[in-house]
């Protein structure tokens, strides 16, 4: 049998963006040398903050010459937007590199007597942005060159073991070592996960669903960037991180690592780590001190069905309202992402064979799908990344069935946050195949070179075993213009 699907194209709009103001920080540095004249004298110089920078011209960079040995230390921290690489070059010669995606990348090097560039490469992976937005992009960026000499004329002090503070975190907290005269070593710098916090944050009547954290580690920059603060879900020892399981600080502040965050009620470490990487075996000494700082307040906002009228992610789709009597439930709703469980389960069952069909939206976070059978078998799963969009489709024989619905990874918390989902369960015996398609000829949509939409529709696809294009259209633009396309189509089919 051929099924065909009805497809209706409601509208296509291209309109014109409007330009992005211009921040008003100071323009990156072109040679370090001339913004910095006691750079010449001193031969040491300590840079942080966001600079602007033109990211339409062919190459952005800094100069800078040494004239003795040095220690070199870069970090830039990461952007949402554009993904920034980074090459240390003497003269025409590239000698370190760091191209990490959308993460801090950081160069740690002993440099020689010589002229040197530091080059920042854009990828840009957003089309929306264009040559307005990209002359006026902004590099959070900390540098520090320091002689050899002066770096081995340091002092230490330092104990025979690890000294980390000892605090007990819980909802509100506040601990400040530098208030309270207190300094800490780290000794075993190879030690990554060199210590762990771990507190549960738990709604009351007088306190949350949402908190504020902001978590400092102050250390020396060029010996001491190795360390990095770091949250995950959970209390495991050496937890793997990947993808967004793991939450990181930054430099956001000269000689400071801060990590700051909105979190929801559930489980959470704080860990100060060792990044080996970020170590430069000539670059520290016998011990790393740092200090610390964290403060977790609770916003004074209640998240109920009066605050946030949005759906809730339903237990079951067997109650009224969901199933209807001929065993049919189609469910559709933007529901509040419920971070206070990091697995909602939604169970049904299956009185005869059916098809089913559940679509999560792309979204900032990343949420993953499974669905298990009575005996609690997983018998499919969507794992996509964040920002993709999720969907299983399946028979069904008769039974009792579970949809899981999974976040993965920490991510900052918003107020009556929400997703799309989409559920549909069909039973095959009342499956109606409407007769759409005159004879086997498809029909499809006629657009101008304007990408204004000249057939009205409806329009019809022949369904094959095949993935195959069904229809393409190329568009002209001159100048940058959003585009916008709505298509209807039948959800489960």
Known sequence: MQYCYIIAIITILVVQNTGMRCYEEDSLPINFNQRYPSFDHSQHVHLHGSYKVDFTKEEIGSDFVVETDSYFRLSLAPDKVVDVDVYLYKGDSMIEFSVYSFREEYIIAKLEPGDYRIKFNPYIYDDELNEESLSCQILKLEVD??????????????????????????????????SENQEFSLVDVHEEWAKGYTFELTATASQGPIWLLNAVIGHDFLTGNHLQ???????????????????????????????????????????????????????????????????????????????????????????????????????????????SERRHNIDFSIRTESL??????????????????????????????????????????????????????????????????????????????????????????TIDDGGNLVSTGPYYHILSEEVTSIYSHNITINTAKSLHINILTNFLL
């Open 229 to 339: 603060l770091a949250l995950v879900h959970g209390s495991e020892e050496a937890p793997l991180c990947f993808g967004d399981s793991c939450k990181y600080g930054f430099n956001y502040v000269q000689n400071r690592n801060i990590l700051q965050t909105t979190l929801g009620p559930g489980e959470y470490t704080l860990w100060i780590r060792s990044v080996a990487s970020k170590i430069g075996e000539d670059f520290w000494g016998p011990c790393t001190k740092f200090s610390l700082s964290v403060d977790i307040v609770s916003e004074d906002i209640e998240e109920n069905l009066v605050s946030c009228d949005a759906e809730r992610i339903p237990s079951t789709l067997m109650g009224p309202g969901l199933l209807e009597t001929n065993g049919v439930v189609h469910f559709r709703e933007e529901v509040v992402v419920d971070i």
């Open 145 to 178: 060159i320091t002689p050899v000499s002066q770096l081995q004329g340091r002092h230490y002090n330092c104990p025979a073991a690890d000294q980390f503070p000892d605090i007990t975190i819980e909802s509100p907290f506040h601990y400040d070592s530098d």
């Open 356 to 445: 089913f069909r559940i679509y999560v939206e792309g979204h900032r976070i990343d949420i993953d799908l499974n669905i298990y059978n009575g005996e609690g078998n997983r018998i499919a799963s969507a794992y996509y990344l964040q920002g993709e969009e999720e969907m299983l489709t399946l028979d069904l024989e008769t039974g009792d069935y579970t949809i899981e619905i999974v976040y993965f990874g920490v991510y900052d918390v918003i107020f009556c946050e929400t997703f799309l989902l989409e559920i549909a369960i069909l039973p095959t015996g009342n499956l109606y195949i409407p007769e759409y398609c005159e004879g086997n000829s498809e029909i499809t949509p």
